[in-house]
């Protein structure tokens, strides 16, 4: 096991109504003067909104809003952020909606006290000192955003998708309510299950032996996410179901199942470009990707692909041909993706073969190598997207 | 699932060599003057104290020091160490040892800054409403106290065996380094494996239905488990089963693997009697109770004991008779325990049958019932001593 520093200090409200005492959760965490960050009508149409305004209200805390965060977070709506936080002198922002609101939100936190452009602890390495505390509201079990320190957003000029991150872009608090995301389409339900999975996986092919904890942890939340995604796809209502996703999608991605080891994700920054370009679902870009990335790897390693085969797909062991368990387990992926309503190639998503080039370019590699289980070069990411692109069950 | 909150702040910082920034982290969370607190010689002789220290003279950090916490940390101890943090202005309170030490940190920590006696909050359900921060260097995986807000103390004068908690008391950071485990003897390292299984099954067996993300985290920690604690009896510095354990012992008690169900954790309290009567390894004792009340229990739910048996100990599942593989779970279970060296029974641990009606004076139930799981009578906390007293593989 790799040296780690594990460090989630978020609280995790979590389950039915909890919604209700947000004003006292900021107050806790020391908010003055509140900015309600959300995205579409959905929020003020259900009710949720307004939920969230007499909380503040009861609580004696003053806000302002602002609302049409899209999916794949502008950068052009954080400056307008920046902007209404300094003129108001907010001091907390609490962001009520998916992974796009709360990374939206993040990109708000760390740019109000600095002195340059926010953009730039997204396009360099640039470290955060300082940042507004944020809390969020959750609608959709997907990014993870609500335990983490990420944040990943799209800049509107030439639609490039970079991440920054920092301990100090982890939500104060978080409150979850499962009951939120029952009004969720199905197939942005199914989106939010492929990220999560998506982001177990990129910690859970690594390089480095004997990390059975971390291993089985990671094996808890897929085999979680194989048993309830199917239930909430077959009955949105199922609050079970939603709940226990809901969980697996936080502790998915605040790294409890990451820690003391290499990870790889390649298939994100894949990804990355998918949905920059075409401006679909994280999700769907994942669906389509991380299977043929796995196929273009598998052979680095075909045991830890067997191992994933038997422990999380149920596959028997082919004692005598652990490849063929291997790609088994690869193929049990896709077929899930597909019965939960997820496209498995380029022209389900609604991606063109001919953009690869475009694709590979915008990955920005040059002649370089990236990833942290098998290092590609941009021949390699043209390869994936190849794959990608024809893929059939 | 339950409504939940979940809050884990501590800073963990795990790996080789990491005791050597215990001086940083105690600056990073505000300590100015320092109460080292620690065991028995151990710390002292394997050269730990001195590089606790040498790395606090490092940062500028003056400190006074108070050694001897014994096994089942007494509250006279406890009260020395309120005095002197008093006396020397002491902010912040370091841990150097295992769980009973962290523990008798948390006393100390509570009872500084409260007025009245420090034993209050473990004799009655009074709320912390302050305490002193705390860091901790672990050397024994096996408490979870390193991550935890509990803190379980005996008082010297009728050995009884109390419990406290507070957000409060969770550890601001705490240092855990594999190696400083290594020289432990097999039959505290195999105390330690029993008591991180147990606090597993003490919220593995719920009444809650429908907590599939949580069952599974508790597998993942448990098969850690049952796959290392073997490897480091036979082999004492197998580095990574060590780090593999010690992580387990963290993530087996912050209640990642508790949130959002019901517990029971009578098998603690029962035990409690035991290493408070005969002053015996928590462990061990837990080594003897454990299956005990699983055998007494089992009926209230066979097929959550046969998913333990098929999840966790790899048994084939009886279709036709669940009962037989529920049994054959717990059998597993003793014999477990038997091979990495711990007791199954009275005359191994040191306790005797005709001290039951004591134990269970001393526990304390009177005509009352307790317990998340099973609810149980004075009755049968006494038939559960005698299935303890008499258990054979």
């Given at each position: 096991m790799e040296n780690f520093s594990f460090y989630s200090p978020t609280e995790f409200v979590f389950g039915?109504?909890?919604?209700?005492?947000c004003g006292e959760y900021v107050k806790k965490y020391g908010g003055s003067k509140v900015l309600i960050h959300y995205g579409s009508g959905s929020a003020v149409k259900s009710g949720l909104l307004a939920r969230v305004k007499d909380s503040l209200n009861k609580c004696g805390i003053p806000y302002v809003e602002l609302g049409g965060v899209k999916?794949?977070?502008r950068d052009t709506l954080i400056y307008e952020g920046i902007k209404l936080c300094r003129d108001e002198k907010v001091d907390f922002i609490l962001s009520v909606g998916g992974g796009s609101c709360i990374d939206s939100s993040k990109g708000i936190a760390l740019g109000v006290p600095y002195d340059g452009d926010f953009w730039d602890f997204y396009s360099t390495d640039k470290e955060v000192k300082e940042a507004l505390p944020i809390g969020t509201v959750l609608t959709i079990a997907a990014a993870g955003s609500e335990g983490s320190g990420g944040s990943v957003v799209t800049?509107?000029?030439?639609?490039l998708k970079r991440d920054a991150g920092s301990d100090l872009l982890r939500p104060r608090f978080s409150i979850l309510n499962p009951l939120l995301t029952c009004t969720l389409p199905a197939y942005q339900t199914a989106c939010g299950a492929t990220d999560i999975m998506a982001h177990v996986f990129e910690r859970y092919f690594t390089n480095t032996k004997e990390v059975e904890i971390t291993d089985r942890l990671c094996e808890a939340v897929l085999l979680t996410m194989v048993k309830e995604t199917p239930r909430v796809i077959a009955d949105p209502n199922n609050y079970e179901a939603r709940a226990n996703i809901m969980w697996a999608g936080t502790v998915a991605h605040n790294d409890i199942v990451g820690v003391g080891r290499s990870q790889d994700w390649n298939s994100h920054g894949i990804e990355h470009e998918l949905s920059g370009l075409y401006d679909c679902a994280h999700g769907a870009g994942l669906a389509v990707i991380m299977p043929a990335w796995m196929e273009f790897v598998y052979k680095h390693d075909v045991m830890r692909f067997a191992q994933m085969a038997v422990r999380v797909w149920g596959c028997e062991m082919?004692?005598?041909?652990p490849e063929e368990t291997a790609l088994k387990g690869i193929a049990c992926f896709r077929k899930f993706l597909h019965e939960i309503g997820m496209p498995i190639n380029f022209s389900e998503l609604g991606a063109?073969?001919?953009?690869i080039p475009v694709l590979v370019e915008k990955f920005g590699l040059g002649d370089g190598k990236t990833g942290g289980f098998v290092a590609l070069s941009s021949e390699d990411v043209a390869k994936i997207y190849g794959i990608a692109a024809k893929a059939t069950l």
């Open positions: 039915k109504g909890t919604e209700n005492s999916p794949n977070p800049k509107e000029d030439g639609m082919n004692f005598e041909n063109k073969e001919e953009d």
